[in-house]
């Protein structure tokens, strides 16, 4: 019996904005640290990825069913390095292999206004300014995470999931956000994706996704890491509801100063606090230049991404929230 021989497919690829301060090489995915040279400027924050995946089979494909599987994979890639990072980067170039044959994937049209010619290659090439002076240094064991979430999501079940692959996108919108603001938009976007439910008015949808995600130690962890932004929240006047206003911030205070803390009350209380938050920005019920609101936006901004990466990751592995810490820390001198 002849076996099958299957072809591989893979990737090179050129980041700006992360370091790693050691090479990782595991059983798909190979990242070494790299100055990078582009358009005559000079890039010393640089990451090579090598990413390979096997039992693709692409010998008798035709070059756009070629261009269709390539780039689903590495929008998979990208994906899931955004969502494990949660800080900005910025893919540079990248070259692809077919069974070690170099293919230049023909990349989908990016829409542009009436008159303007659509170049998508530019839109690949260019770093923004701000990337010059950024750094995000990872934490080297969580590649491996990355390499596990990643090697699920390419599963056919998980990929066919439109909410799961939407509050991706949507995810890394925020991920590439510089300002608060936008990013909290991105990041409950993101999260509205998932918990949307028609039949039901916000608040419920929220609360009732909520219990059902809330599973294990992830509450109780979540709460005991960040239990200082949790405080400062208890301190400001956050109203929920048009007609009938209730304060929760004082809810969220109330269930803090409980001997018996209810970790998933509590975490639930957060969301409606964000969820008050995002439509005081969303609906033009906050000044973006006040300080107190735009403390009130970086808290929430924060807690929502670092909780939302974690309820879309449960759909790949079973981790406890404490076990992973993907970037370590991030420099910028704007």
Same mark, same amino acid.
């Given at each position: 019996?002849?076996?099958?021989?299957?072809?591989?497919?893979?990737?090179?690829?050129y980041?700006?904005?992360?370091?790693?301060? *050691?090479?990782?090489?595991?059983?798909?995915?190979?990242?070494?640290?790299?100055n990078?040279?582009?358009?005559?400027?000079?890039?010393?924050?640089?990451?090579?990825?090598?990413?390979?995946?096997?039992?693709?089979?692409?010998?008798?494909?035709?070059?756009?069913?070629?261009?269709?599987?390539?780039?689903?994979?590495?929008?998979?890639?990208?994906?899931?390095?955004?969502?494990?990072?949660?800080?900005?980067?910025?893919?540079?170039?990248?070259?692809?292999?077919?069974?070690?044959?170099?293919?230049?994937?023909?990349?989908?049209?990016?829409?542009?206004?009436?008159?303007?010619?659509?170049?998508?290659?530019?839109?690949?090439?260019?770093?923004?300014?701000?990337?010059?002076?950024?750094?995000?240094?990872?934490?080297?064991?969580?590649?491996?995470?990355?390499?596990?979430?990643?090697?699920?999501?390419?599963?056919?079940?998980?990929?066919k999931?439109?909410?799961?692959?939407?509050?991706?996108?949507?995810?890394? *919108?925020?991920?590439?956000?510089?300002?608060?603001?936008?990013?909290?938009?991105?990041?409950?976007?993101?999260?509205?994706?998932?918990?949307?439910?028609?039949?039901?008015?916000?608040?419920?949808?929220?609360?009732?996704?909520?219990?059902?995600?809330l599973?294990?130690k992830?509450?109780?962890?979540?709460?005991? *890491?960040?239990?200082?932004?949790?405080?400062?929240?208890?301190?400001?006047?956050?109203?929920?509801?048009?007609k009938?206003?209730?304060?929760?911030?004082?809810?969220?205070?109330?269930?803090m100063?409980?001997?018996?803390?209810?970790?998933?009350?509590?975490?639930?209380?957060?969301?409606?606090?964000?969820?008050?938050?995002?439509?005081?920005l969303?609906?033009?019920?906050?000044?973006?230049?006040d300080?107190?609101?735009?403390?009130?936006?970086?808290?929430?901004?924060?807690?929502?991404?670092?909780?939302?990466?974690?309820?879309?990751?449960?759909?790949?592995?079973?981790?406890?929230?404490?076990?992973?810490?993907?970037?370590? *820390?991030?420099?910028?001198?704007?």
């Amino acid at each position: 019996m002849q076996i099958k021989e299957m072809c591989m497919l893979s990737f090179k690829m050129y980041f700006c904005g992360i370091v790693v301060d *050691k090479p990782y090489k595991g059983f798909s995915i190979k990242v070494e640290p790299t100055n990078l040279k582009w358009f005559g400027e000079e890039y010393d924050n640089c990451i090579a990825v090598s990413y390979k995946v096997n039992d693709i089979d692409l010998r008798l494909a035709d070059n756009e069913t070629k261009d269709r599987i390539t780039f689903r994979y590495l929008r998979n890639f990208l994906d899931i390095l955004n969502l494990m990072s949660g800080k900005p980067s910025k893919l540079v170039t990248h070259t692809c292999y077919i069974h070690d044959t170099k293919y230049h994937i023909s990349m989908p049209l990016r829409n542009a206004p009436l008159h303007i010619y659509n170049f998508p290659d530019i839109f690949q090439i260019l770093i923004p300014n701000m990337f010059h002076n950024y750094k995000s240094y990872t934490n080297r064991s969580s590649w491996k995470i990355l390499e596990e979430s990643l090697k699920k999501y390419n599963d056919q079940r998980i990929f066919k999931n439109d909410k799961i692959k939407t509050s991706l996108r949507w995810y890394q *919108k925020g991920c590439d956000e510089f300002s608060s603001f936008a990013r909290l938009i991105a990041y409950w976007i993101s999260f509205n994706t998932l918990y949307s439910d028609e039949h039901l008015q916000e608040p419920v949808a929220i609360e009732k996704y909520l219990r059902h995600k809330l599973k294990g130690k992830f509450a109780s962890d979540f709460y005991l *890491k960040h239990k200082s932004l949790f405080e400062d929240l208890t301190k400001a006047s956050i109203f929920l509801g048009k007609k009938n206003k209730r304060n929760i911030s004082a809810k969220l205070e109330k269930l803090m100063a409980e001997g018996n803390l209810k970790y998933e009350e509590i975490f639930i209380i957060l969301f409606l606090i964000i969820y008050s938050v995002r439509n005081s920005l969303f609906h033009g019920g906050m000044n973006p230049d006040d300080n107190i609101a735009e403390d009130q936006v970086q808290i929430c901004e924060y807690l929502l991404a670092s909780a939302v990466r974690h309820i879309i990751l449960s759909e790949f592995s079973t981790l406890n929230y404490s076990d992973y810490d993907f970037t370590v *820390k991030q420099q910028a001198n704007f």
